[in-house]
């Protein structure tokens, strides 16, 4: 059974175009994540859900929207892709209670090649 | 507010060699320090973790002890393969494990 998955895993589209990814977990968490890893390999969060729930939006357009229809999935839609939307992009999940409990689970990733 | 530094690298060993990748974070409070690995092509999986002052973490031979005096968390393992290639981040997190902060990645190569 896959913890978090992510779908698609490779996303290849034109500049302009709206997509979205998809992404599950089967761990019964409260808080979800997105995440954009860029070339060199370094993990920036871009938003966080708990409980359905905005937590984190960190400095990113307005492009980008998250959708949570339920604990267990955390979407991410984007608007009128740009080429430096190009990365991979990772979802997480975690108990968020504190203590033993604070481990993230990651996707195996979505790589996003904007032409 | 949070922050996390370690060496980027990359580090190249030879197998079998020791290896120590650096971490020292700055965070108010007592937050719980993470170590993960990615290996090409997958995503990040949780490799250790220390949740209070002086705990150690370890997993496949891999250690790290948390200290609070100097607000390290430093990554050994005393003989690495060469199928520890990988990419490992430093990671902090407060407030519940709601907010994560990461390192920015320390890139291992081992040659056999």
């Known amino acids: 059974d896959t913890a978090v998955s992510q779908t698609p895993k490779y996303l290849v589209t034109q500049m302009g175009n709206d997509k979205s990814i998809k992404c599950e977990q089967n761990l019964g968490h409260d808080t979800m994540y997105w995440y954009k890893q860029d070339s060199k390999k370094f993990l920036k969060i871009m938003f966080s859900y708990n409980n359905k729930e905005l937590i984190i939006n960190e400095t990113v357009p307005n492009r980008f929207s998250p959708k949570s229809p339920d604990k267990a999935h955390l979407n991410l839609h984007i608007n009128s892709l740009e080429l430096g939307d190009s990365a991979v992009y990772f979802c997480a999940s975690s108990q968020g209670g504190g203590g033993s409990t604070d481990t993230q689970y990651f996707g195996p990733g979505t790589r996003l090649t904007v032409l | 507010g949070d922050s996390v530094t370690q060496m980027e690298g990359p580090v190249t060993l030879s197998e079998e060699a020791f290896l120590t990748i650096n971490c020292t974070y700055t965070?108010?409070?007592?937050?719980?320090l993470f170590w993960y690995v990615q290996y090409p092509g997958e995503g990040l999986q949780l490799l250790l973790k220390a949740t209070k002052a002086d705990d150690k973490g370890s997993n496949k031979g891999f250690e790290a002890t948390y200290r609070k005096e100097t607000t390290s968390f430093h990554l050994e393992k005393g003989s690495v393969q060469v199928s520890d290639s990988a990419v490992y981040f430093c990671a902090l997190t407060r407030n519940y494990g709601q907010n994560f902060v990461f390192g920015p990645g320390t890139r291992l190569s081992v040659l056999p």
């Open positions: 965070a108010t409070g007592y937050p719980s």
